[in-house]
């Protein structure tokens, strides 16, 4: 798999699974791999405030934050996306709008 079809099957199946996600992607020409370039994937969950970076292709330096972004090989690139998105929304509150319980309140 090009690493544009890893990216286009981890969209597919986001899609799928969860509506409301953004997602963007863009190519990185980097001198590791000129015919197959580093693609990244930006997932933006607006419903749970959420950011998540997915990258798949060769190392690219410096032009990547190893804290903040997922590197995806074309084995298990949907399976690990597809867990990233549900453990980030089961540990992310939703926004209720009721006070905070950690908040203690006098009268």
């Known amino acids: ?11 597919e199946v986001l899609d799928d699974q969860f509506k409301g996600l953004e997602m963007y992607t863009v190519a990185v020409q980097d001198s590791a791999n000129s015919h197959d370039p580093t693609v990244m994937l930006t997932v933006v969950d607006r419903s749970h405030s959420q950011v998540l970076k997915f990258r798949a292709g060769q190392r690219a330096g ?4 190893d804290d903040h972004v997922l590197a995806l090989s074309p084995d ?8 990233m998105v549900k453990g980030e929304r089961a540990t992310t509150p939703r926004k209720t709008g009721l006070p905070d319980e ?4 006098f009268v």
């Open 62 to 65: 410096w032009m990547w934050d």
């Open 102 to 105: 950690r908040t203690d309140y």
């Open 76 to 83: 298990n690139a949907v399976r690990v996306a597809l867990a």
């Open 1 to 11: 798999m090009t690493n544009w079809q890893v990216i286009n099957a981890v969209c």
